[in-house]
């Protein structure tokens, strides 16, 4: 039997909800641009570097396999700044992920379904309207039920 969250805990759901639904979105829109990142990079063999000498953006060739400490080209490096935003983002979603987890009471597996939406491309987009629409349902069925007072019943 699956536990229940505590009508004490509605609140601190709604907060989590909305924290996750905007990691959700930032989360799946950086691993998109990751998947783009990599596709230039092994597909097409460049990288973007911004504020470089020869203008404010260029696509330029990776280094010969083996001379990539000879290479070093100038500018900003757009392609590592995405991929290392995306680990942080990616800790700041799991972190969202258990804040919404943990007072739903859910089931282990659900905290790691939720967590491969942060590595599978789209997922986390899916998901995210998927777990909001689920939530929402949930705290509304249970907020317009009427309350039983157990001490009123335990009295009479």
């Not at 990142?37 to 060739?61: C, H, R, S, W």
Request: include cysteine; aromatic fraction near 16%.
């Amino acid at each position: 039997m699956q536990l229940q969250p505590r009508p004490t805990d509605y609140p601190r759901i709604r907060k989590a909800l909305g924290f996750y639904k905007v990691t959700s979105v930032i989360t799946g829109v950086m691993l998109l641009l990751l998947c783009a990142v990599m596709v230039m990079k092994y597909a097409f063999n460049v990288q973007l570097f911004l504020f470089t000498p020869d203008g404010f953006a260029q696509f330029i060739e990776l280094a010969p396999e083996g001379l990539e400490s000879e290479f070093q080209a100038e500018g900003f490096n757009l392609f590592r700044a995405i991929l290392i935003a995306h680990g942080w983002f990616y800790v700041v979603y799991l972190i969202s992920d258990f804040l919404l987890w943990s007072p739903m009471r859910w089931h282990f597996g659900r905290f790691l379904l939720i967590a491969l939406g942060g590595v599978i491309p789209f997922m986390s987009f899916f998901l995210e309207a998927r777990i909001v629409r689920e939530v929402r349902g949930f705290l509304e069925s249970r907020e317009d039920a009427p309350v039983v007072e157990t001490s009123a019943r335990s009295a009479g």
